[in-house]
């Protein structure tokens, strides 16, 4: 318990010096072993980027150090509780522990939850507000384009 209060200090810490300049009160850090081997801040204000948050730009730092897309066995630490994007992006990359130090009822008052994205998700698809549709192109294709992907996987 010590060792993850430790790593959430630091996601907490990342999180106040990216308030100091100019960014969101955000940062995360990623751990392999006991070893902290990457850690990231939200940097949406800074790129123009929407998706440059703090446990995205960890991710993306610790496939670089571990030169790997699969990040099983890495725990990632977070200064708030992950939105559904970066909860996705986590699952994707094979991490499955995950510890935050604040939660969508504590940034709630502040503007800065995620909660209501969540409940969004939580409805069957035909129910949520963003328009989703499938439109089938696979008439048109001479060799569909994940049939040509996997062929390109076997020849390279």
Request: hydrophobic content about 40%; glycine content about 8%.
């Amino acid at each position: 318990m010590q060792e993850e209060q430790r790593f959430l200090c630091e996601a907490v810490s990342l999180a106040r010096s990216n308030m100091e300049n100019g960014g969101r009160p955000f940062g995360a850090v990623v751990v392999k072993d006991g070893e902290v081997i990457a850690t990231g801040v939200n940097e949406m204000s800074r790129t123009g980027d929407p998706t440059s948050h703090a446990e995205l730009n960890a991710l993306r730092a610790a496939a670089q150090a571990l030169r790997s897309l699969r990040l099983e066995g890495c725990a990632v630490y977070a200064s708030g509780q992950p939105c559904p994007m970066c909860l996705a992006a986590m699952r994707m990359a094979g991490i499955n522990d995950i510890a935050y130090a604040h939660s969508n009822r504590q940034a709630e008052p502040y503007g800065l939850s995620t909660s209501a994205i969540y409940a969004e998700l939580a409805k069957p698809i035909t129910e949520q507000a963003m328009r989703f549709r499938h439109v089938p192109l696979e008439a048109q294709d001479a060799v569909p384009l994940y049939a040509e992907w996997q062929q390109r996987q076997q020849t390279g």
